[in-house]
């Protein structure tokens, strides 16, 4: 957003207008002498009446807290997806073009309301991973490095939830054995092992869980 700062080498600026955004009603335009000068949230203006005169110091103070406020609200939406790691945060509003500081103090204050928490956000991967797409812990501990988290905070996560790379691929490959139910053992055994070394489980743990997962399919489907 370009501002018109002009008017800052003036000792003091009379607002001579407030309008409201005709795209935007939460935000309005403040005209000092006659002349645009900036935009605002509306809540940030209350306090601001058409003849008051504002001060160098004042003005810089309401651009500061405006473009704070403005730069959190993005991250409010950014985060009304799913949780974002710090890094996730970091790079999101960088590509807005803030500041490095404007962004370390909006990551502060995320912080504080416990928005942006990197072991809680580990916590929660893990755990959503284990419900709905199961893999190796390998492959989280990948996932959640690429998304900027500490090395131990991804160990205490994963500790935390007990995790097993058997019982995962289980899981997994109980997720996935529906799409091989009329394949042959030798085939079934190919393509799931396949899928399952692709969700980054070891040679050694698909080979202990392929006959099991085998032996469970045939019981439910009546197959030897």
């Not at 962004?103 to 959503?128: G, H, P, S």
């Not at 199961?134 to 900027?148: F, H, Y």
Request: some cysteine; glycine content about 4%.
């Amino acid at each position: 957003m370009v501002m018109n700062l002009a008017f800052l080498v003036n000792m003091a600026s009379l607002i001579t207008d407030i309008k409201a955004q005709k795209r935007n009603r939460n935000r309005v335009n403040i005209y000092l002498d006659d002349n645009y000068a900036f935009s605002l949230d509306r809540m940030a203006a209350v306090w601001l009446t058409v003849g008051r005169q504002l001060s160098d110091a004042e003005i810089r103070s309401l651009l500061d807290k405006n473009e704070f406020e403005t730069a959190l609200n993005r991250a409010f939406h950014f985060l009304s997806y799913r949780a974002r790691s710090q890094q996730e945060m970091q790079t999101y509003l960088n590509k807005k073009g803030y500041e490095p500081d404007l962004i370390e103090r909006v990551i502060t204050r995320l912080k504080e309301e416990k928005l942006v928490d990197d072991l809680d956000f580990a916590q929660n991967w893990v755990d959503n991973r284990q419900q709905f797409r199961p893999r190796s812990q390998s492959l989280m501990k990948l996932e959640l490095r690429q998304k900027g988290i500490a090395e131990s905070k991804i160990e205490q996560a994963l500790e935390l939830s007990d995790l097993d790379d058997v019982d995962l691929a289980m899981r997994a490959g109980r997720k996935l054995c529906g799409r091989y139910r009329l394949l042959d053992k030798a085939e079934f055994n190919r393509k799931l092992a396949g899928a399952l070394q692709r969700r980054g489980f070891s040679y050694d743990v698909v080979r202990q869980c392929l006959p099991l997962l085998w032996e469970e399919k045939s019981e439910t489907s009546g197959v030897d």
